[in-house]
């Protein structure tokens, strides 16, 4: 296996990409007609655009709205919602479970002020990534760079493709025992980290493997859990690949660190020892 594959890293930036990653704030105005709650205006395209923000690393996002009445109390929740279906399983290889497992959660500010007519409501989403914007581009480049070194895999069936990724991962990613206990160590949980210094903790593994098998066309879901050997248990993580439409599942950093193929493709009760959340 290769450790520590340092790679030198692009020392420029574009001038107006570091600007935009610097300052892109999102603005949007959604205007609540619904006494009782809020029933914003083009929600599909809120929801896009805090993805879009999302996936560009966006400092800080900002919903600005105005209401007939003083939704204070409700602020908090209607921003969550937003936020979760933002992060929605979405099939593309780079949103989804790859978001929402990339970042640690976000802090939000909420204002409400008179207005002329009703209430201005202001809502600032800050996430906080594991990644930025520059390392991203890099697991975007190699992406395509690992998939393409797949060759013509038009003939593969799901099972086949599902194969070749969890191949790739076992021979090129080694566990990081070294921030195992670190909690601190955030870049550990990511695909950067496992593509760049090809080591990685579970959430790293489940990541990549997402990313992965999402771009050769094998929809599958990142699981958390716990993992339970010898009575003692542990956070976890591991993929649900669908095969033809049926969940398998599959933990690449068990069968990695184990040298073995016990969990590969394997249904929910073969899977010995894990133990998902609800």
Known sequence: KKRFGYMEKKKIIPIILL?????????FIIYSRNYDG???????????????????????????????????????????ELIDEALAHTKEPD????????????KLNVDVKDAVLGYDCIIKISPEYYTDAEEEEYVDKRIEEIVAGFGDISGFSEKE??????????????????????????????????L????????????????????????NRVVIGDAVTDGESERHAWNEVYIDKEPLY???????????????????NEMSGHVRDN
């Open 196 to 219: 760049y210094y090809h080591e990685a903790d579970c959430i790293g593994y489940a990541v990549l493997y997402y990313r992965l098998l999402l771009k050769i066309g094998v929809d």
């Open 95 to 106: 949103e989804g479970d790859y978001i929402r497992f990339q970042t640690s959660g976000y």
């Open 19 to 27: 600007c935009v990653i610097l300052i892109f704030t999102l603005v």
């Open 38 to 80: 809020f029933k914003i205006k083009d929600r599909e395209k809120v929801v896009y655009q805090i993805r879009q923000a999302y996936k560009h690393r966006a400092k800080s996002i900002t919903l600005k709205f105005n209401s007939k009445s003083n939704h204070r109390d409700k602020l908090k929740e209607v921003s969550a």
């Open 250 to 268: 599959v933990d690449v950093t068990l069968d990695d660190v184990n040298g073995t193929c016990d969990y590969f493709l394997k249904k929910e």
């Open 161 to 194: 493709r599902a194969k070749l990724a969890y191949d790739y991962i076992k021979d090129s990613v080694n566990y990081d025992v070294v921030h195992k206990y670190k909690d601190s160590n955030k870049s550990k949980k990511t695909a950067y980290q496992a």
